[in-house]
């Protein structure tokens, strides 16, 4: 399997010529790499406009949100439909920064499914805000995984990707990284909650991990915490630092 490597932009760059400059420094590297697959998560604003720069397959575009409903009067919302009909194939939800503004699970549960049922591949963000010594923690993220997937069938997992990213560990004010290790038992626990829910023959539902990871780091993610990629937020707004951490998951066996 290809490794899949998500850059989500967040609320950068701050035009669109930026924005442009950044997309195609990217795609100048994903577009030699046969074994990984780039997505860039970009602002919705910039997305028609870099849609027209994502030629070819290697590196192509997802979203960092989406509503709930295809239609409606939500204003300022943008729907999983849209998305779609822009030729977008992934979607992130459930974003910890999201959940701090009022995202519950039940929210992130609406989201997922609307977001399977106009055809995204919904990247799923689960996480702990921090660990304990007596693994609460654990119970936590498998809840935030059961919670997130109700409703949502065997053949529908298909259009998940799990990534976990320690609250603690993302982003500019995160504590420490984590350590490939704290990443591993967390793909085992997805793995295990799964398996759990939807049985030993569940299939593979790719599992990222993500939180401050750079180019000194990914690799060791890659190869020890047993993911099938990556979910990039500093690190991917940095056309150079991010064309390092592909071509390192490229040679990652
Ligand atoms: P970070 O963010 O890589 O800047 O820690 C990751 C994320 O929020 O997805």
């Known amino acids: 399997m290809k490794k899949l490597i998500i850059g989500n932009w967040k609320m950068y760059p701050a035009g669109v010529k930026e924005a442009r400059e950044k997309f195609v420094a990217i795609k ?19 997305v028609g406009d870099l849609k027209k720069l994502a030629t070819g397959h290697r590196c192509v575009l997802g979203a960092q949100n989406a509503w ?20 977008l194939d992934y979607v992130i939800i459930g974003h910890s920064e999201r959940r701090v503004l ?15 049922k106009a055809g995204l591949t ?4 689960v996480g702990e805000r921090e660990r304990d010594t007596d693994g609460e923690y654990m119970k936590y993220i498998a809840n935030q ?16 990707i799990i990534a976990y990213e320690p ?9 420490h990284p984590a350590t490939t290790n704290d990443a591993l038992e967390v793909t085992i626990l997805v793995k295990k909650t799964l398996a759990y829910l939807y049985g030993k023959d569940v299939g593979t539902v790719p599992i990222l ?9 990914c690799a060791e993610f890659l190869a020890k915490s047993h993911v099938d ?8 707004l940095d056309a150079t630092i991010f064309g390092e951490i592909l071509k390192s998951a490229e040679k990652v066996k």
């Open 28 to 46: 100048k590297v994903a577009g030699t790499l046969k074994n990984v697959q780039t997505v860039v998560c970009p602002p919705f604003v910039f």
């Open 68 to 87: 709930i409903e295809n239609d409606g009067a939500y204003t300022g919302e943008v729907s999983p439909a849209m998305l779609s009909s822009m030729g």
């Open 102 to 116: 009022g995202e519950t699970n039940e929210l992130v549960n609406k989201k997922v499914i609307a977001g399977i």
């Open 122 to 125: 919904v990247v799923l963000c």
């Open 145 to 160: 995984i059961r919670l997130a997937l109700v409703g949502v069938s065997k053949k529908d997992l298909s259009n998940v």
């Open 167 to 175: 609250i603690w560990a993302v982003g500019k004010n995160s504590i």
């Open 209 to 217: 991990y993500g939180g401050s990871v750079d180019a000194k780091n």
């Open 229 to 236: 990629g990556l979910l990039v937020g500093r690190s991917s």
